[in-house]
């Protein structure tokens, strides 16, 4: 038995000698391949932070109307005989089922805080990565392994992003 355990250690021990890793270097060409890649991720922080603007300024179109015009009507209704209100109130009630169905079916404020979301995603990519070059080339992670990690954070952002 001891021969046998003896037989599994020297096994072991020779298969281990094949993990000998070396590490790929950091070169200008990997600095390079950052630097355009900070670029892409800026440009996309950057579109899906105009997305957030564009649909918090469509969400606020929408929800003043909606949230206005009763009371305007409420108000009028005091004013106005009974004949014009009539013709008013069915119509301005109307007009506020249609602006409220609008912003229930394109939900712009979900869409404001999703792309924000994704816009600080981005960003902070873009910081990681301005970190990483930073630093001097003796002091940095091996090239392979943050070039591993940040693309496929890069990779995960994009197919989660919503569309532009």
Request: hydrophobic letters at 35%.
């Amino acid at each position: 038995m001891n021969n046998e355990l003896q037989e599994i250690l020297t096994e072991k021990s020779e298969s281990s000698k094949d993990d000998l890793r070396t590490e790929e270097q950091w070169r200008c060409e990997n600095e390079d391949f950052f630097i355009l890649l900070q670029s892409d991720i800026i440009k996309k922080a950057k579109a899906h932070d105009e997305a957030s603007h564009k649909n918090k300024k469509m969400y606020i179109r929408t929800a003043i109307p909606a949230m206005v015009a009763p009371i305007l009507l409420t108000n009028l209704s005091i004013f106005c005989s009974s004949q014009t209100n009539e013709y008013i109130q069915p119509i301005g009630l109307s007009l506020v089922g249609i602006i409220n169905v609008f912003q229930t079916i394109l939900n712009f404020s979900k869409k404001k805080e999703i792309h924000n979301l994704y816009a600080g995603k981005y960003m902070e990519l873009y910081n990681e990565i301005e970190k990483v070059l930073i630093r001097r080339k003796k002091h940095r992670d091996p090239f392979d392994v943050t070039l591993e990690r940040i693309t496929t954070r890069k990779q995960n952002l994009d197919d989660g992003a919503p569309y532009l």
